[in-house]
């Protein structure tokens, strides 16, 4: 029982980093990473549900290389099926938290291409391409409090 049970979570660790690394494969493929920047963080977020589809959504942080202080390079990368890129949002310290449905919740309100209005809800529509901003307080997030949890989110 013992074999079968270190077996089972020795796959399940390793399907979680081949999950990781096709990711990053993908965004390397479709030039979404600089490779003059240093990659330092990349995440899936959590998928998001628009049109029938499922689409990754995906967080990274790349550093500029700088003689001076590094100044780092924040974005929110949404992709389609095929694990393609159909969203780039860039985000100062918004970091995205989790989906339900088509929408994305972020932690704080930011603005797509420096056009108003300013959200900490993205809602996507026509495959991805398409985002509104809006806002709703934290208190008003659809999630329960950890205490009603029975897992963990998305």
Do not use: W
């Amino acid at each position: 029982m013992k074999r079968i049970l270190v077996l089972f979570l020795g796959l399940a660790a390793t399907a979680q980093v081949s999950s990781r690394e096709q990711l990053y494969s993908a965004l390397l493929d479709a030039k979404v990473l600089n490779p003059d920047r240093e990659l330092v963080h990349l995440s899936h977020t959590c998928n998001l549900h628009i049109d029938g589809g499922e689409y990754p959504v995906v967080d990274l942080q790349e550093v500029v290389k700088s003689d001076t202080s590094p100044r780092g390079v924040n974005r929110i990368i949404v992709l389609d099926a095929q694990l393609k890129p159909v969203q780039k949002i860039e985000y100062e310290s918004h970091r995205p938290l989790f989906c339900v449905e088509n929408r994305l919740f972020v932690y704080g309100d930011l603005t797509i291409d420096g056009l108003l209005p300013e959200g900490n809800v993205l809602t996507f529509s026509k495959q991805g391409h398409v985002v509104n901003l809006s806002h709703i307080e934290a208190h008003a997030y659809p999630v329960p409090i950890t205490r009603d949890r029975k897992s963990p989110p998305q």
